[in-house]
């Protein structure tokens, strides 16, 4: 099997050593990538860190035929590169070929954001001592990026990181997670075709022991990381004068109040507690239901699970894969088994085989197991009653995370005092909180992290605000 290149300032290189990517499902080998060497990393930050002044001032027309370009060869690809998301993620094809429309869609939405950008002024004669002066307000990048990855969404979430700090001028270092590197090695292939300048982006597919070099190194003065909140926050922590932008976990509430559309409500729990495995930091984790229609809305719930095809991702028909290996699933079956230990009650699935974990609705949990309180990311749902709309909420807010949240209600009321209420970056009324629009802000806040994506807000995330002021005009 030919070794796949990584990217080294926009060009493709080898290192010393190769990484293995494996399919979770079978074990099968999808592609051995080149590794970097220390010395090749450093001359990827050194790139980054020479070329940015020449980033920040690429004319507005440049930076968006880049990446309308990069929308639009993705498209010409899409049936290729989800192939590939789904050999090294185990993500069933049908989430592939979603994931891949995604990125396509954020990469569009990002080059009509760049188009958008402007400077603003502000007149500030408000005072006499300010008569003839004017203010001129810029964005400015901070500087090169480095961008971590996650494993679940190995396209789309770089997707995510790539564009807006292309769209502002930035030049940019991705790590991609060293389970999932081809889909962002593929990226680097139609950057590269795009004639951005030399040291704009590299794609550096590095075991994450090594990445605290990249994130220590003062070049890079933005660090974009998606993952787990202990590590986010270790990063923020080892940093604190950078700036630190974060995407983290969540336990997702999924609420189904009394007037709710219950087939409606069934049906998408079932399907986004499940899909991606439930590899989703916004897969509904914790489904909080009015007492009055608990026993009904249930009745709907367990069959629509059971009724999930799990098997083979690369089965047309196949809703739920396996998770990412081996280990994850071991470690989702043990928090289940520790939960029944402790009290709760199995509905339906709880068994492993593989790296394969059935979809499994949990019900009388206590509060503090890890299916509970933690993030799953496993195909993992608890059922918890409450009596009313006070309890619901406030057991939404009853977890350290708040990255978006679910209300199922046909009530105008309800949905603004869930607005109000629920402590969570995100409130989607009338269907899960796996719902995200790629343009909008997302992310969360406690502990499920700092700042947005969704292009105009990471654009701003990835720049400062400067002002000139302008002197002795005539206003």
């Given amino acids: 099997m030919d070794v796949r290149p990584f990217w080294l300032a926009g060009r493709p ?9 494996t399919n979770p499902y079978d074990g099968s080998v999808v592609a051995v990538c080149s ?21 920040a001032a690429l004319p507005i027309h440049v930076r968006a035929e880049a990446l309308a370009h990069v929308s639009r060869r993705l498209a010409e690809r899409a049936d290729e590169i989800a192939h590939l998301i789904t050999e090294e993620n185990g993500k069933p094809i049908f989430w592939a070929r979603g994931e ?3 990125a396509i869609s954020t990469f569009r939405f990002a080059a009509e954001e760049t188009r958008r950008q402007g400077g603003e002024t ?11 002066r004017l203010a001129y307000i810029s964005r400015v990048p901070h500087g090169p990026i480095l961008a971590i990855a996650p494993f679940n969404f190995p396209l789309n979430l770089v997707a995510h990181k790539v564009a807006p700090a292309i769209a502002v001028g930035a030049p940019i270092i991705i790590k991609p997670a060293p389970a999932t590197p081809v889909s962002s090695l593929v990226l680097g292939e139609i950057l590269a075709e795009t004639g951005l300048p030399e040291g704009m982006f590299s794609v550096l597919p590095v ?26 926050y270790a990063i923020m922590d080892r940093v604190p004068r950078k700036h630190v932008t974060l995407e983290l976990g969540g ?8 007037d709710a559309d219950l087939d409606w409500a069934a049906s998408r729990v079932a399907l986004f507690s499940n899909y991606q495995a439930g590899q989703s930091c916004i897969a509904v984790q914790r489904v909080i239901v009015e007492e009055s229609v608990h026993d009904d809305f249930v009745s709907r719930l367990v069959p629509a699970v059971e009724a999930l095809v799990t098997g083979d991702p690369a089965d047309e028909k196949t809703q739920v894969g396996p998770l990412v290996s081996v280990a994850a699933a071991e470690r989702v079956e043990q928090w289940v088994n520790e939960a029944v230990a402790a009290g709760a009650h199995l509905l339906t699935g709880g068994t492993r085989d593989g790296a394969t974990v059935a979809p499994t609705v949990l019900t ?10 933690e993030e799953v990311f496993g195909p993992v749902m608890i059922i918890q009653t409450v009596s009313g709309v006070d309890e619901a909420f406030a057991a939404v807010n009853d977890s350290k995370y708040g990255l978006q949240a679910g209300v199922f209600t046909r009530s105008l009321d309800n949905a603004f005092r869930a607005n109000r209420e629920i402590e969570a970056g995100g409130v989607i009324i009338g269907d899960v909180p796996s719902y995200r629009a790629d343009q909008m802000p997302y ?8 700042g947005r994506e969704g292009l105009r807000s990471a654009m701003a995330d990835f720049t400062y605000e400067k002002v000139m002021v302008l002197t002795g005009l005539t206003l």
């Fill in 13 to 21: 290189a080898t290192g010393d050593a190769e990484l293995t990517v």
């Fill in 207 to 232: 075991p994450n022991d090594r990445a605290a070099g990249l994130v220590d190194d003062p070049r890079l003065p933005v660090v974009s990381f998606t993952g787990s909140s202990p590590v986010g």
């Fill in 122 to 132: 502000m007149r500030l004669d408000t005072e006499a001592a300010a008569t003839g």
């Fill in 35 to 55: 590794v970097p060497t220390e010395s090749q990393v450093a001359e990827a930050v050194a790139a980054a860190a020479a070329v940015r002044k020449e980033a």
């Fill in 251 to 258: 336990n997702a509430a999924a609420v189904v109040l009394a």
């Fill in 100 to 102: 891949v429309n995604r």
């Fill in 443 to 450: 992310g969360g806040v406690k502990e499920s992290g700092a």
């Fill in 364 to 373: 009388d949990v206590p509060r503090d197991a890890k299916v509970s309180c």
